[in-house]
C-alpha cells in the first residue's frame, strides 16, 4: 500500500523523484507521500464544508426561510472572515509553545462541526430575530476555530511537505471540493424554492466533513519542531508586531496582500449587478453562480497550486492585474448600462473566481515559503491580524461606497488590485 501511496504521489508531484525535500529534515521527508494524501484529503472536506455552509449562499438563503432580519445577513460575511483573522496574533503565541501543532487543527475543526451542528438545530427550533442571534454566535465560535486551523495548518504545512509541493496540496484540493460544489449548485439552481429541510441537511452534512476532516488530520505524522518564544501570548504579539517594521519582504508581503483583498470583497458585488440587471433570462440564479463557481475551482486548482510551486510571487503579480481589469470592465458596462449586463456579469463573475483562487494559492505558498519554524507562525499570525482588521474597515469603506454607487466600488477594487500588481514588483522570490 506504502508503493502505491509512493508511485500515486510521484505521479501527481510530476517527478521521477518525488522525495525531493526542501526545507524540511529527512525524518520528515520519508513521510511526504503519505502526509501529502492525508492533508489533501483534509483541505478538499474542510474546503466542501465551506461550500456547503457558505455564510454568502447558503446561510441567506436559510434566513430568508426562517424570517431572519436582513440587519444578521448583512453581519455574515465580515463576522465570519475578519472573525477568523483577527485573534491569530494571539492564538499564534500560543501554538508556537508546542512541538506538536496538528492537534490544534483538529481541535479546530471538531468545534467547526460543533458551531455548524448547532446551527442545523437553531434552524429546526427557532424563527426570526432569535434565530438570528444564535446563528451569530455560533459563527463567531466558528470563525474563532477558524483562525486556529488557520495558524496551525500552515506550520504543519510547512513542516510536512517540501518546498515546490505545498501549492499542489490546496491545488488538488480545490478542485476536489469544486467538483463537488458544482453538483451543489446544480441543484440550488434546479430547486430554485429548495425548502428550508433541504438547507439544513447542507448544514449536517457539512458538519460530517469538518469531523472527517480532523480524523485525516490526526494521522498525519508530524515531527516535533521548535517551541521557543512560547512566552505570554500578548506580549508576544506586541512584540510580533515588530515584524512590520523591522522585516521588509514581510512587510511587503503585508501590503501587497491587504491590496488584493478586493478580489474576494469585489465578488458579491458582481453578484449585486446581475440581480439588479436580470429581467426575464434568470441568469442571475445563486445556483448557477455557485455552480459556476466550482467549475472555477476545478479548473484552476491544479493550474494555480504548480503555478505557486514555480513561482507563488508571479502568481500574485499575475492575479492581481487580472482583477483590476476585471472590475476595471464590469465598473465600464455597468456605467455604460448595456442590455446583456446580466450574461456580462455572470462570466465575468467566474473569471474573477478563477483569479481569486490563484490569489489565495499564491499568497498562501508565498507565506508558508518565505520563512520555517516559528517564524513562520508569526509571519501568518501577525498578516491575519492585520488584514482581519483591514477586511473590517474596507468592508465599510466599500458598503458606503456602494450606497452611493456600485460602480465606483468596482473601481476602488480595480485601484486596489492594480496597486497590490505594482507593489508586488518589489516581493523577492521564495522558490
Known amino acids: 500500500m506504502k508503493v502505491k501511496t509512493e508511485q500515486l504521489y510521484e505521479y501527481l508531484a510530476d517527478e521521477e523523484d518525488a522525495r525531493v525535500c526542501k526545507d524540511i529534515d529527512e525524518a520528515a521527508c520519508r513521510e511526504v507521500p503519505g502526509n501529502f494524501f492525508k492533508l489533501l484529503g483534509s483541505q478538499f472536506l474542510t474546503k466542501l464544508g465551506d461550500a456547503l455552509s457558505s455564510p454568502k449562499i447558503v446561510l441567506p438563503w436559510l434566513f430568508g426561510g426562517l424570517g431572519v432580519p436582513a440587519f444578521f445577513t448583512g453581519l455574515l460575511v465580515p463576522l465570519r472572515e475578519s472573525g477568523s483573522l483577527l485573534p491569530q496574533l494571539f492564538i499564534g503565541g500560543v501554538i508556537r509553545r508546542f512541538a506538536m501543532r496538528k492537534w490544534f487543527f483538529v481541535a479546530g475543526c471538531v468545534l467547526q462541526a460543533l458551531a455548524v451542528a448547532g446551527m442545523a438545530v437553531a434552524a429546526l427550533t427557532l424563527q426570526g430575530a432569535a434565530a438570528g442571534w444564535v446563528f451569530i454566535a455560533l459563527l463567531a465560535g466558528f470563525s474563532l476555530a477558524r483562525g486556529l486551523c488557520s495558524v496551525a495548518s500552515k506550520d504543519v504545512l ?55 476532516a480532523a480524523f485525516f488530520y490526526a494521522n498525519v505524522k508530524e515531527y516535533p519542531g521548535a517551541t521557543d518564544g512560547g512566552g505570554n501570548a500578548f506580549k508576544q504579539a506586541m512584540q510580533n508586531l515588530t515584524l512590520l517594521i523591522e522585516d521588509a519582504p514581510f512587510r511587503h508581503f503585508v501590503l501587497v496582500r491587504a491590496l488584493m483583498m478586493s478580489s474576494g470583497l469585489a465578488a458579491p458585488f458582481f453578484i449585486l449587478l446581475a440581480r439588479e440587471s436580470d429581467t426575464s433570462s434568470g441568469v442571475a440564479s445563486l445556483g448557477w453562480f455557485v455552480a459556476l463557481g466550482g467549475l472555477a475551482g476545478l479548473v484552476s486548482g491544479p493550474f494555480w497550486g504548480r503555478f505557486a510551486d514555480t513561482s507563488s510571487r508571479r502568481v500574485m503579480l499575475g492575479t492581481s492585474l487580472v482583477t483590476a481589469l476585471l472590475c476595471a470592465a464590469l465598473a465600464l458596462l455597468a456605467y455604460l448600462k448595456v442590455s446583456w449586463l446580466a450574461e456580462a456579469s455572470l462570466l465575468l463573475f467566474m ?60 473601481a476602488l477594487f480595480s485601484a486596489s488590485a492594480a496597486a497590490a500588481a505594482l507593489l508586488g514588483l518589489t516581493l523577492p522570490e521564495t522558490t
Open 351 to 410: 473569471s474573477l473566481t478563477l483569479t481569486h483562487e490563484g490569489v489565495r494559492l499564491g499568497r498562501k505558498t508565498y507565506i508558508v515559503d518565505l520563512a520555517s519554524g516559528n517564524r513562520r507562525t508569526d509571519y501568518v499570525s501577525v498578516s491575519n491580524t492585520v488584514i482581519g482588521i483591514l477586511l473590517l474597515l474596507v468592508g465599510l469603506l466599500a458598503a458606503g461606497i456602494a450606497s452611493w454607487s456600485t460602480t465606483a466600488a468596482l
Open 158 to 212: 510547512g513542516k510536512t511537505i517540501p518546498k515546490t509541493r505545498r501549492g499542489r496540496v490546496g491545488g488538488y484540493s480545490t478542485s476536489l471540493a469544486g467538483a463537488i460544489t458544482i453538483g451543489v449548485g446544480i441543484v440550488l439552481a434546479l430547486e430554485a424554492r429548495g425548502s428550508t429541510g433541504q438547507y439544513i441537511a447542507l448544514l449536517c452534512l457539512a458538519a460530517m466533513c469538518w469531523v472527517v
